[in-house]
T-cell receptor, first 112, second 112 residues
Framework: KAGVTQTPRYLIKTRGQQVTLSCSPISGHRSVSWYQQTPGQGLQFLFEYFSETQRNKGNFPGRFSGRQFSNSRSEMNVSTLELGDSALYLC???????????FGSGTRLTVV | SQQGEEDPQALSIQEGENATMNCSYKTSINNLQWYRQNSGRGLVHLILIRSNEREKHSGRLRVTLDTSKKSSSLLITASRAADTASYFCATVLKTGANNLFFGTGTRLTVIP
C-alpha cells in the first residue's frame, strides 16, 4: 500500500513569505500529525488532525496553522516565515488511537 | 520541552556487536515507541511497548520498559552496517492526547 506522501520534498523561501506543505496519509488513516525537526530543538509536535478537526496543538506560534480535508489529506501553512523556521517538516498518519505512526519522507524547508 | 532524553547521544560499534540505547521520560505514559531515521529522512516505526508490558521482541530488536524508573532500552543484536541511523524513543502520554513526545535521539554508527 502507498505510504505517507509529502510534497514538496524541498523548498526554499524568503523571510516574510508564507508556505504551504501538503501531506497525503495512508488510505484509511484518519489521524494526521505534523512535526518539526531542527538540530537545536529536535522533533517537536506541531498539531494533530482527526476527521477534519484539530484535536491537539503543540507549543508553536499562531503563524503555524493547518487543516485537514474530507479525504484526510492535510496541509500546514506557515506565514511570515522566519529564519528559525528552517527545518524538516514531517507528517505522520495513524490508524488507531495511541498507536504507531507512519511517517512521510518530510519537506525540507529552508528560509533565506 | 521534550519528554525524553536518550543516552548515549552517539554510539559507534563494529558489525556483529550489540548496540544498546537508553531512553528516560518524565511523565506517565500510555506507550513508548522506538523509531529509526536515516540521514534526515522520515522516521520508520520499529516497535511499540505498552505501559503494562515489560519486554518486547521484534527480530533483532529487544525493548524493555521500566515504568517505575521511567526508562526504556533498545537492544539491537548482531548489528549490521545497514543499522547505521539515528534512533528515537517517543512516548504517548496517559493524558489522552494522541501525539508523540520524542527523545533527543542516539546516533548509531556500525562499522563494517
Amino acid at each position: 500500500k502507498a505510504g505517507v506522501t509529502q510534497t514538496p520534498r524541498y523548498l526554499i523561501k524568503t523571510r516574510g513569505q508564507q508556505v504551504t506543505l501538503s501531506c497525503s496519509p495512508i488510505s484509511g488513516h484518519r489521524s494526521v500529525s505534523w512535526y518539526q525537526q531542527t538540530p537545536g530543538q529536535g522533533l517537536q509536535f506541531l498539531f494533530e488532525y482527526f476527521s477534519e478537526t484539530q484535536r491537539n496543538k503543540g507549543n508553536f506560534p499562531g503563524r503555524f496553522s493547518g487543516r485537514q480535508f474530507s479525504n484526510s489529506r492535510s496541509e500546514m501553512n506557515v506565514s511570515t516565515l522566519e529564519l528559525g523556521d528552517s527545518a524538516l517538516y514531517l507528517c505522520a498518519s495513524s490508524l488507531a488511537e495511541a498507536g504507531s505512526y507512519t511517517f512521510g519522507s518530510g519537506t525540507r524547508l529552508t528560509v533565506v | 520541552s521534550q519528554q525524553g532524553e536518550e543516552d548515549p547521544q552517539a554510539l559507534s560499534i563494529q558489525e556483529g556487536e550489540n548496540a544498546t540505547m537508553n531512553c528516560s521520560y518524565k511523565t506517565s505514559i500510555n506507550n513508548l515507541q522506538w523509531y529509526r531515521q536515516n540521514s534526515g529522512r522520515g522516521l520508520v516505526h520499529l516497535i511499540l511497548i505498552r505501559s503494562n508490558e515489560r519486554e518486547k521482541h521484534s527480530g533483532r530488536l529487544r525493548v524493555t520498559l521500566d515504568t517505575s524508573k521511567k526508562s526504556s532500552s533498545l537492544l539491537i543484536t548482531a548489528s549490521r552496517a545497514a543499522d547505521t541511523a539515528s534512533y528515537f524513543c517517543a512516548t504517548v502520554l496517559k493524558t489522552g492526547a494522541n501525539n508523540l513526545f520524542f527523545g533527543t535521539g542516539t546516533r548509531l554508527t556500525v562499522i563494517p
